[in-house]
């Protein structure tokens, strides 16, 4: 399963920015897909996932700022980020996970190849 992303930019404090992923490949269903952001010599964190009943989770750095939505019939889910902090400058990597044929059915956890978000006055 491959992740396209879009979105990232550069935007002042207090500005909104949405980033968008788009999952595709063969036959494979997602049971979650979300983002997450990672800053040099830090860990990855969670930023939103979107499960398949429809369960939003949030990181604490995030809630009631980001908003997570997800599109099943099209494979996609975006984040729309508003009030940016300086802290939530990273880069945002997308990422789902689920059952793919390849060629049985087996687990993934496919991860895009990140989009920079920096926020700076």
């Known amino acids: 399963v491959q992740l396209e992303e879009s979105g990232g930019g550069l935007v002042q404090p207090g500005e909104s920015l949405t980033l968008s992923c788009a999952a595709s490949g063969g036959t494979f269903s997602i049971n979650e897909m979300g983002w997450y952001r990672q800053t040099p010599g830090k860990e990855r964190e969670l930023v939103a996932i979107?499960?398949?009943?429809?369960?939003?989770v949030y990181g604490d750095s995030v809630k009631g700022r980001f908003t997570i939505s997800r599109v099943d019939a099209m494979n996609t889910v975006s984040v729309e980020m508003s009030n940016l902090k300086l802290e939530d400058t990273a880069v945002y990597y997308c990422?789902?996970?689920?059952?793919?044929?390849?060629?049985?059915?087996?687990?993934?956890?496919?991860w895009g190849q990140g989009t920079q978000v920096t926020v700076s006055s």
């Open positions: 990422n789902a996970r689920g059952y793919e044929v390849d060629p049985h059915w087996k687990t993934y956890d496919s």
């Open positions: 979107r499960t398949n009943g429809g369960h939003a």
